[in-house]
């Protein structure tokens, strides 16, 4: 039993809506050993090791249910096996999933386990640790060698994956902060390993750090570090705090003890979480020692007047206090009958007790700290302390170290509320957590006394929102509040397109449109992320970590994302759900690779896009598997896009005050119109549009059809359409390897990306469409990853339709010999007619294109399919022909007018027209003039 391959999808994939991992799992000889054959032992082993999958319904959907499938008839296979034991890992580590689902993948033994995950790398190891206790549970005759390492413990494993998960977990305040944001719809992002987190997208983000906000002032952060400094500030107040001397030395504390009073505090000038804290000091010697402990947290070290009260957290969020707790430090209460020993034992029983931050409350530990409060005590862990007697383990009420905590905000004292508000402010956080000590938190710091011990950044919420007693508060709602106030946005508009061919295209002129509209886009495509239109990242970015990198980008307040098939099928998309969902087209192309092996298997994947739009499904209504994908998405409009103006669907669909964009005929040519509940928008001509090249690339019009609905989906203006679709043009500095057009040449070049047959059929047919007087040559090839029948197709798609075709493979070999693509293509062109005379076959790519271009004469049209686009173009463009000069061409020649400059803006006729500016002078209407020279 082994794992052939993995993949961690992190967003919607063909498997779920969120992130799991899919396995490929197999069995090998385990495959004749089913459950029911391993018998009853192998599935008692199992329940004992993991308890919790009692609880597994499985199709029974009941407690129980999947243990019943075990023992039923043959039982199940041991591939369903490790899906429930990765969830069930995950659950005892304190992460909350449920999803999992495992299907033969069609080869014998080879099983597809596809399981939900929290923590990325928590999730992969619960697999891996899955499959080492399985095999440690089989037979040894059945066992794989090697599966189960010598000495290998189930007890030390686990425990070592749960601390491994809760090391690589949000903390306790941090998840609680994002399970707020997510209830109020909020989106977020981890951006580290630890608890850094973004909360909302783009313009509109603000981060949490644990509880720590993007708005908690730095300066507040360190008065509430340097606990004197905040004593002194409190004090000034008037509020209650005990006297403290700062130390450095055991010499000094001794002293300041003496000063004070005993009983004394030590504690870290600058520490948190109750560590380096020594508690009721009453000799010099304790004292020498606590100032030890303290130092190895801190240089200096505070002494303090020792308070005596219960230990209360109060917690201020906003200048509000929205809980109170009071803390127990940990400890176990003995009934005359049990050893300390045993009673721990006992204690740590409670289910709700667990490892580190685990479950609501922690283990209690027998260390260097628990044996000294024994001592203290006089009693050792074979003491039997005497019923009701507390024996503590702790000095400090800290939950992490096994303390507990009963709330007690119903009850406090309203003096003691105005109180801690006051010192929060004083300090200045916006979310401030005050330790304070009180007899009797129900009744006023003024009658009865008490004292603030510190005033913490960053608190923890775990003991107010999972407390030991007492009610759950949700105090991160509050926080969540304060970041985003009612009426304020946390989300950008988001659009996700996808197909065969056009996306990029799409992608940048939708970019274009919004920007033309005053927003600040974040675009992904297949050659970089652009932010603003400026490109910060270079390279094929449409898969989910583009996705991410625009989304965390504070400049944005749009995300336009083109979204490819091999993202989705590596990782699954980047987000949730998107405003905008686009599929252009389904073609063949990338079949045959990893299990997409047919059109309507690429459909399935390409409708994940609209599948997750919330607002608009924009679909291509001319394409019949595109068409199917209307029933998959829970969009609130479905926008047809279609260039046959009789489609009787759309037709409809228009009819019963549905969202469209058709493509329709006028007297001056093709107007691109919308259709919107009922309304009919005539919206621009497409010779308007210049990278239609007056209508003639119609796939291009096609594309800025997409555009034009996405954009108004999003809630574009009109005005703002109408004008990105004129100023956006196909130059190579706007769309790189989009229908680029280089006409300073005797001859014209048509310069593309295109890689299948559909978008080589598309040039092609535009090549027919423009006027060329010479000839038509085109340079042709195709993926080296594709297969034999889609490299023939994209000869067939250009076959007879030029005068000369030069065949030529990409640098990227991809496991093909070096003249393999451009020898197959070669061989479909003969066979469709072309005479060998007509064809070249020259495999490098650089050597393929100057051939082309040597061949170039005065009214020829040159079509190259390029690879390698930056150096292409560049090859292209500084090309020289034989025996031509070809200069760079001056700027256009602005009309110079003598005399007058009056006169010159009336627009007279120029006197001398003149291609040099210098000596001209502009006057206040920006017209240029030169004046009449002296005699």
């Not at 490929?24 to 008692?44: I, N, R, Y």
Request: aromatic share 6%; proline share 6%.
């Amino acid at each position: 039993m082994r794992i052939l391959d993995r993949s961690v999808y992190v967003g919607p994939s063909l498997y779920a809506r969120f992130p799991v991992i899919r396995l490929e799992l197999d069995l090998g000889a385990l495959e004749a050993w089913p459950t029911g054959k391993l018998g009853s032992q192998f599935v008692d082993t199992l329940a004992l090791a993991l308890p919790g999958l009692a609880e597994h319904g499985c199709s029974y959907r009941e407690p129980g249910g999947f243990f019943r499938r075990m023992r039923e008839g043959d039982g199940t296979w041991l591939g369903h096996v490790l899906e429930h034991v990765a969830l069930e890992l995950q659950n005892i580590a304190g992460e909350e999933v449920t999803f999992g689902k495992t299907r033969g993948s069609g080869a014998p033994g080879v099983y597809t386990v596809v399981y939900e995950y929290a923590q990325r790398d928590e999730g992969i190891a619960a697999g891996e640790l899955a499959l080492r206790l399985l095999s440690s549970l089989l037979p040894a005759s059945l066992r794989p060698e090697g599966s189960v390492p010598e000495g290998w413990s189930w007890p030390e494993a686990r425990d070592q994956f749960i601390r491994f998960a809760q090391r690589r977990a949000l903390g306790p305040s941090t998840a609680a902060l994002v399970r707020a944001a997510e209830s109020r719809g909020i989106p977020w992002l981890r951006l580290n390993d630890q608890s850094l987190v973004q909360l909302g997208h783009g313009k509109f983000q603000q981060r949490i750090q644990a509880t720590v906000t993007g708005k908690t002032p730095h300066i507040a952060v360190e008065l509430a570090s340097d606990k004197e400094e905040t004593n002194k500030i409190l004090a000034g107040l008037g509020l209650p705090v005990p006297q403290q001397e700062l130390v450095h030395s055991e010499r000094e504390a001794v002293r300041a003890a003496r000063r004070i009073g005993f009983p004394v505090v030590t504690k870290p000038y600058n520490g948190n979480h109750g560590r380096g804290i020594s508690i009721r000091l009453t000799t010099d010697e304790e004292v020498a020692q606590g100032f030890v402990v303290a130092k190895e947290h801190s240089r200096s070290v505070i002494v303090e007047t020792f308070l005596e009260g219960d230990d209360h957290r109060l917690l201020v969020v906003n200048g509000e206090l929205v809980a109170a707790t009071r803390r127990t430090p940990g400890h176990v209460v003995g009934d005359g009958v049990h050893t300390v020993s045993a009673l721990i034992h006992t204690v740590n029983q409670d289910p709700r007790r667990g490892v580190g931050h685990e479950k609501v409350l922690t283990r209690l530990e027998l260390d260097a700290q628990a044996h000294k409060m024994l001592d203290r005590a006089g009693l050792t862990l074979e003491s039997v302390p005497d019923k009701d007697q507390i024996v503590y383990l702790r000095s400090t009420a800290n939950l992490s170290t096994g303390g507990t905590a009963t709330d007690v905000t119903d009850v406090i004292h309203p003096d003691n509320r105005e109180m801690a508000e006051r010192a929060v402010r004083a300090i200045g956080l916006d979310v401030g957590g005050v330790d304070f000590l009180s007899r009797n938190i129900t009744e006023s710091y003024r009658a009865i006394g008490g004292g603030i011990c510190e005033v913490n950044a960053a608190p923890g919420f775990r003991m107010h929102v999972a407390p030991s007693e007492g009610t759950a508060r949700d105090v991160a709602a509050p926080v969540i509040d304060m970041l985003f106030p009612a009426g304020v946005s946390a989300r950008v508009p988001i659009a996700a397109i996808t197909g065969t061919n056009g996306k990029t295209t799409t992608a940048r002129m939708l970019a274009h449109l919004t920007k033309m509209a005053g927003f600040t886009p974040g675009l992904t495509t297949t050659d970089g992320v652009y932010i603003d239109g400026q490109r910060t990242v270079q390279g094929d970015m449409t898969g989910p970590v583009s996705a991410r990198m625009v989304l965390a980008d504070p400049q944005i307040d749009m995300a336009i994302l083109e979204t490819a098939r091999g993202g989705l099928l590596r990782a699954g998309m980047g987000v949730n759900e998107v405003n905008v969902g686009a599929v252009l087209n389904v073609q063949p192309d990338h079949l045959g690779v990893k299990g997409i092996d047919t059109l309507e298997q690429l459909a399935e994947l390409k409708r994940i896009v609209v599948e997750v739009a919330t607002d608009c499904a924009v679909l291509n209504a001319d394409d019949p598997l595109v068409l199917k994908m209307s029933g998959h998405t829970e969009a609130k409009n479905i926008c047809y896009v279609t260039m046959n103006p009789q489609h009787t669907l759309v037709r409809e669909h228009i009819r019963a005050g549905g969202r469209a964009c058709a493509l329709e005929a006028g007297v001056n040519g093709q107007m691109i119109t919308l259709y919107d509940r009922s309304g009919h928008i005539p919206l621009l001509w497409t010779h308007l549009i210049p990278a239609t090249l007056e209508g003639r690339a119609t796939h291009n019009v096609q594309n800025a059809m997409f555009a034009a609905a996405m954009a108004f989906s999003l809630g574009i203006k009109l005005d703002a359409i109408r004008q990105g679709l004129r100023t956006f043009d196909s130059t190579f500095f706007q769309a790189p390897g989009r229908m680029n057009i280089f006409n300073e040449h005797p001859f014209k070049v048509l310069f593309d990306y295109g890689h299948n047959a559909h978008a080589v059929a598309a040039l092609a047919d535009l090549a027919q469409r423009l006027d060329v007087t010479g000839r038509r040559i085109v340079v042709l090839a195709g993926p080296g990853d594709r297969r034999d029948e889609d490299l023939v197709a994209i000869a067939q798609a250009v076959a007879g339709r030029f005068d000369h075709y030069i065949c030529r493979r990409d640098d990227s070999l991809r496991d093909r010999a070096p003249d393999e693509v451009p020898r197959i293509q070669a061989r479909a062109l003969r066979a469709a007619g072309v005479p060998q005379s007509a064809i070249s076959v020259i495999p490098d790519e650089q050597d393929a294109i100057a051939s082309a271009l040597s061949m170039g004469q005065p009214g020829d049209l040159l079509l190259v399919f390029a690879d390698a686009l930056v150096r292409s173009w560049k090859q292209i463009t500084k090309f020289r022909p034989a025996g031509l000069s070809v200069p760079t061409p001056p700027p256009p020649p602005v009309p110079v007018y003598t005399g007058d400059p009056a006169a010159a803006a009336k627009g007279g006729e120029p006197a001398t027209p003149a291609f040099s500016f210098e000596g001209l002078i502009r006057d206040e209407r920006g017209v240029r003039y030169a004046p009449e020279a002296e005699d």
